[in-house]
């Protein structure tokens, strides 16, 4: 597949280095147009290309382009593997851990603004269903800035993951409204999982029957509808963050 520009560049690296990703890079993408203006970007690419087993070619700009989808990559694009994740089941939980989950979300830019905040706000690991919006990589790592690739993930079915996960002392903290508490007078200490459906299929009745609490997000104004699943994702994190911290 083909990522673009250098922030998700510079995170694959990042994942394989550190997070032991199995992601392969096998060439680096220069518009030639803008080479100079990315010069020492290209200095660092050739200075860890044989650390990382990838060539760099420079293209002309029609041809850059036709293997490119946005306009915001910077004349900079990677051709890389595809990246594997392991099941929950084998995986090791921590036993303070805060796993999250995002469930029904059918947009993968809202998908990797989410997992931004998650990332950003101490996410131990990102529960997700064997098809997911991973698939998506080069998207979801625009939307998430490389966080996407950085995160810890695995898969396991949502029901699979809340009983796993509260066999090994977890509780499963939903977003929702019925039978709720507002998120800022919420008990959200580690260990939890925390569960966060996206606009319109929110989370399914399953998994919403197994939590030990759900939490919401009170607003100033009357208004029925809901926030978009990464702004609710920005929140209940950084709520989650702030209590353990």
Partial sequence: MIIEGMTSVRAVIKAIRENGSDRKISRIFIDSERAVKRAADIRW????????????ERLGAGEFASLTEG???????????ERTFPALRDAEIPEKGFFAMLEGIEDPFNFGDAVRSLYLCGCDCLVMRERNWMSAASTVMKASAGTSELIRAVTAEPEEACGLLKSRGYRTVCAGIRDSVPCHEADLSRPLLLVIGGEKRGISSQVTASADLVVRIDYARGFRGSLSASAAAAMLSYEIMRQNT
């Fill in 45 to 56: 690419l050739t200075s860890v290309s044989g650390e990382f087993g990838f060539r760099l």
């Fill in 71 to 81: 306009k915001t990559h910077g004349g900079i694009a990677a051709e890389v593997s």
